[in-house]
């Protein structure tokens, strides 16, 4: 069976860094970005099995790629992570059907295990 | 006093006057009637005495007998007048003369009646009754003479009475205008420059002690407005604080979560893959730790800057000689980004009251944003010019950098908001907007995409703040 593919998009670096290190320890394949703009774009190339992506960064935002993932690629899983959200934000991720919402700071385990449900795996 | 029982008391002060003036006036006109009734009288009287000395002369020549029933007739006739106008003469000249009047009369008839027609007098009863005749007739004329005299004098008494009046009337008049009117306008002059000073923001009140009338209490109730408005612009200044707060906290979470975020990922990810890494990325581990605890670190300093603003330590300075002082300090960035710049200070510039220290942050952190939007290359202009009419100087921090776009120019004083990628911490254009305020300036700025930003800052003289005189405050 063939890898998992995960994308990560921060626009902390670290963030990306680590998710990588950390999946990829796992096994499976992890792709970072540190803007919406450029991920868009790589979405528009390839499909990712589930898609990690902080709610609040410049230009593109995570509210848009979420919508843009269940336009493309209606499947795929978004999971949502952000250091500070209200509650309608956290409303309008659950109408476009994000399938998990984590605040900063964010435990790895819970995340891995979120992920792991989405796939099917746990 | 009111101003209301000014005009009462003014009011009636004038209607006394017209009134003294009337009655007085009155009086002497009927003074004047009754004088001129009785000189119409006494010119009759005069001509029949006249008549009754020819009647006489015309007896004594000729005996005739007819003149003296004339005579007799005259006297009679003299009697009855004296007796029917005896009020109006006496209201005239009073009993003492009327009575005499009567007294030679009676004496005439008295002679008059021992007179025989028949046979001529004798020398001396003749002129007895020439002597008395005489009398008569001289006395007669004489008090007729002294009341036209009399008329005369009270006229032109009157007339100077009157004269007087109406000059003091008018004088009165004018005076008393002149003063309510002069302390009306003093008052409303004082109150107009109040309500303007009030509509640019300056809550102050108007000095000393209100005076007693309807002015004073129109000054007194600007006095209150000009605190109440002042509390109120406190309260919508507490209330705007409060807001950027809330802000302030949002933006904190935001903040100060994102590192901590990176700190707690980095140490469950140290502990997940520790085996495999080689000593120097255990390392490279550990220095991002330190590199995001001092990103924390910075944020805390930058909000305990704002949040606890040092005490000022305002003095008179002069605003050229900071900005000199200032590129002395970004001196070297302006070298290592090639930027050229360019001075265009006024030397007409008032000393204005400031903490130097924080001008100059404030002035640090706009050239090292215009430096940054610059990149390498441009242009840095900075301009200083006094505006008389506020009484304000102006600094000017132009550039030619990559500009701002609009959507973001309404933000860029907001706490946490940068446009910077990685260097920016957000809180530089607020904390100087902080700083700005508390002088009593403004900051402004415009931008252009592609063109480049303009801040301009203004602050008020020393002299509008009246503070040139103080040293440190």
């Given at each position: 069976?063939?890898?998992?593919?995960?994308m990560v998009?921060?626009?902390?670096?670290?963030?990306?860094?680590?998710a990588?290190l950390?999946?990829?320890?796992?096994g499976?394949e992890?792709e970072?970005?540190?803007?919406g703009?450029?991920?868009?774009?790589?979405l528009?190339?390839?499909?990712?099995?589930?898609v990690v992506?902080d709610?609040?960064?410049k230009?593109?935002?995570?509210?848009?790629?979420?919508?843009?993932?269940?336009?493309?690629?209606?499947?795929?899983v978004?999971?949502?992570?952000?250091?500070?959200?209200?509650l309608?934000?956290?409303i309008?991720?659950?109408r476009?059907?994000?399938?998990?919402f984590?605040?900063?700071p964010?435990?790895?385990?819970?995340l891995?295990?979120?992920?792991?449900?989405?796939?099917?795996?746990? | 006093?009111k101003?209301?029982?000014k005009?009462?008391?003014?009011?009636?002060?004038?209607?006394?006057?017209i009134?003294?003036i009337g009655?007085?006036?009155?009086?002497?006109?009927?003074?004047i009637?009754?004088?001129?009734?009785?000189t119409?009288i006494?010119?009759?009287?005069?001509?029949t005495?006249?008549?009754?000395r020819l009647?006489?002369?015309?007896?004594?020549?000729?005996?005739?007998?007819?003149?003296?029933a004339n005579?007799r007739?005259?006297i009679?006739?003299?009697g009855?007048?004296l007796?029917q106008?005896?009020h109006?003469i006496t209201?005239?000249?009073?009993?003492?003369?009327?009575d005499r009047l009567q007294g030679?009369?009676?004496?005439?008839?008295?002679l008059?009646?021992?007179?025989?027609?028949?046979?001529?007098?004798?020398?001396?009863a003749r002129h007895?009754?020439?002597?008395?005749?005489?009398?008569?007739?001289t006395?007669?004329e004489?008090?007729?003479?002294?009341?036209?005299?009399?008329?005369?004098?009270?006229?032109?008494?009157?007339?100077?009475i009157?004269?007087?009046?109406?000059w003091a009337v008018?004088?009165?008049?004018?005076?008393?205008?002149?003063l309510?009117?002069?302390?009306?306008?003093q008052?409303?002059?004082?109150?107009?420059?109040?309500?303007?000073?009030i509509?640019?923001g300056?809550?102050?009140?108007?000095?000393g002690k209100p005076?007693g009338?309807?002015?004073?209490?129109?000054?007194?109730?600007?006095n209150?407005?000009a605190?109440?408005?002042?509390?109120?612009?406190?309260?919508i200044?507490?209330?705007?604080r409060?807001?950027?707060?809330?802000?302030?906290v949002?933006g904190?979470?935001?903040?100060l979560?994102?590192?901590?975020?990176?700190?707690?990922m980095?140490?469950?990810?140290?502990a997940?893959?520790y085996?495999?890494?080689?000593?120097?990325?255990?390392i490279?581990?550990?220095?991002?730790?330190d590199?995001?605890?001092?990103?924390?670190?910075?944020?805390?300093?930058?909000?305990?800057d704002?949040?606890?603003p040092?005490?000022?330590?305002?003095a008179r300075?002069?605003?050229?000689?900071?900005?000199?002082?200032?590129?002395?300090?970004?001196?070297n960035?302006?070298d290592?980004?090639n930027i050229?710049?360019?001075l265009?200070?006024?030397?007409?510039?008032?000393?204005?009251y400031i903490d130097e220290h924080?001008?100059q942050?404030?002035?640090?952190?706009m050239?090292?944003n215009?430096?940054?939007?610059?990149?390498?290359?441009?242009?840095l202009?900075?301009?200083?010019r006094?505006?008389?009419?506020?009484d304000?100087i102006e600094?000017?921090?132009?550039?030619?950098g990559?500009?701002?776009?609009?959507e973001?120019l309404?933000?860029i004083?907001?706490?946490?908001?940068t446009?910077?990628?990685?260097?920016?911490?957000?809180?530089?254009?607020w904390?100087?907007?902080?700083?700005?305020?508390?002088h009593?300036?403004?900051?402004r700025?415009t931008?252009q995409?592609?063109?480049?930003?303009t801040?301009?800052?203004?602050l008020p003289?020393c002299k509008?703040?009246?503070r040139?005189?103080?040293?440190?405050a």
């Amino acid at each position: 069976m063939a890898k998992h593919s995960i994308m990560v998009i921060d626009d902390e670096k670290i963030v990306g860094d680590m998710a990588k290190l950390s999946f990829e320890q796992d096994g499976y394949e992890v792709e970072t970005f540190l803007n919406g703009e450029t991920a868009l774009k790589r979405l528009e190339e390839r499909r990712f099995d589930v898609v990690v992506t902080d709610l609040k960064m410049k230009g593109v935002d995570g509210l848009e790629v979420l919508r843009t993932v269940k336009k493309l690629y209606p499947g795929v899983v978004v999971i949502m992570i952000t250091a500070f959200a209200n509650l309608e934000v956290a409303i309008e991720a659950l109408r476009d059907d994000v399938h998990d919402f984590f605040p900063k700071p964010v435990k790895i385990k819970e995340l891995k295990a979120s992920i792991k449900r989405a796939l099917g795996e746990a | 006093m009111k101003i209301e029982h000014k005009i009462y008391l003014s009011n009636a002060v004038h209607i006394l006057l017209i009134v003294l003036i009337g009655s007085f006036a009155l009086q002497n006109l009927n003074q004047i009637l009754t004088k001129f009734r009785f000189t119409v009288i006494a010119e009759g009287l005069n001509a029949t005495f006249l008549e009754m000395r020819l009647a006489e002369k015309n007896y004594f020549l000729y005996g005739d007998a007819e003149a003296l029933a004339n005579i007799r007739g005259k006297i009679e006739q003299t009697g009855t007048t004296l007796l029917q106008l005896r009020h109006d003469i006496t209201r005239a000249v009073g009993t003492e003369k009327y009575d005499r009047l009567q007294g030679y009369l009676e004496q005439y008839a008295v002679l008059v009646a021992s007179l025989d027609s028949d046979r001529p007098p004798d020398p001396v009863a003749r002129h007895k009754l020439r002597q008395t005749g005489q009398n008569l007739k001289t006395f007669s004329e004489n008090i007729t003479a002294l009341e036209s005299e009399r008329i005369g004098a009270i006229i032109v008494h009157s007339k100077n009475i009157l004269l007087y009046s109406f000059w003091a009337v008018v004088l009165f008049a004018f005076f008393f205008s002149y003063l309510t009117v002069h302390n009306i306008g003093q008052s409303l002059r004082k109150i107009v420059d109040l309500t303007r000073s009030i509509s640019k923001g300056n809550y102050q009140r108007i000095e000393g002690k209100p005076s007693g009338d309807e002015m004073g209490a129109v000054m007194s109730a600007i006095n209150a407005m000009a605190g109440e408005l002042r509390k109120r612009e406190q309260e919508i200044v507490q209330s705007k604080r409060l807001a950027s707060l809330g802000v302030l906290v949002a933006g904190v979470a935001h903040e100060l979560n994102n590192p901590l975020n990176n700190i707690s990922m980095i140490a469950q990810t140290y502990a997940e893959v520790y085996d495999g890494l080689s000593r120097e990325e255990r390392i490279g581990f550990m220095v991002r730790v330190d590199e995001e605890t001092e990103r924390l670190r910075l944020i805390i300093h930058n909000l305990l800057d704002y949040a606890k603003p040092k005490e000022q330590h305002l003095a008179r300075a002069a605003a050229n000689q900071v900005i000199q002082k200032i590129l002395s300090l970004v001196q070297n960035m302006l070298d290592i980004s090639n930027i050229r710049i360019r001075l265009l200070l006024a030397d007409d510039l008032p000393d204005i009251y400031i903490d130097e220290h924080q001008i100059q942050q404030v002035l640090v952190n706009m050239v090292t944003n215009a430096i940054q939007a610059m990149g390498q290359g441009g242009e840095l202009r900075l301009t200083s010019r006094y505006l008389a009419g506020e009484d304000e100087i102006e600094i000017e921090i132009a550039d030619n950098g990559k500009g701002i776009a609009p959507e973001f120019l309404e933000h860029i004083f907001d706490p946490f908001f940068t446009t910077k990628e990685e260097s920016g911490t957000g809180l530089g254009l607020w904390v100087s907007y902080g700083i700005i305020k508390n002088h009593q300036g403004n900051i402004r700025v415009t931008s252009q995409v592609g063109v480049g930003t303009t801040f301009v800052i203004t602050l008020p003289s020393c002299k509008k703040l009246k503070r040139c005189d103080d040293g440190e405050a």
